[in-house]
């Protein structure tokens, strides 16, 4: 089992709690939300199989929850300057989850296989 993509997922719900935490000394509920949407994006990563079928599927979830995260902070009152950092975030922890490959399923080191 590969982890890679999981592993990034986690990262960028980390992250975001950590920021959100260090802005003011606490999470607000909607700082929570946006990291416990972080924390359920990661966990769709690691359950959305990884086939040829849904080879995007993994990046389009996370992208989805994500940006449901940013639209909790966005809507009491517009994206202030600190969210743009959150945004950052959001779109970095969505491109890694997309652009790092996962482990190469193939013939195990070591085996020759002739055909």
């Known amino acids: 089992m590969n982890f890679n993509k999981l592993i990034w997922a986690i990262l960028g719900a980390l992250f975001m709690g950590t920021k959100g935490f260090l802005d003011d000394g606490h999470l607000d509920v909607f700082e929570t939300l946006t990291t416990i949407s972080l924390a359920l994006g990661a966990l769709e990563t690691w359950l959305v199989p990884n086939t040829e079928l849904l080879a995007t599927a993994k990046t389009w979830v996370h992208a ?52």
């Open 64 to 115: 989805g929850l994500a940006g449901m995260g940013l639209l909790i902070m966005a809507l009491p009152g517009g994206v202030t300057g600190s969210e743009w950092y959150d945004v950052a975030i959001l779109i970095g922890t969505t491109a890694g989850v997309w652009a790092i490959p996962n482990q190469v399923k193939g013939t195990p080191t070591g085996v020759v296989v002739r055909g």
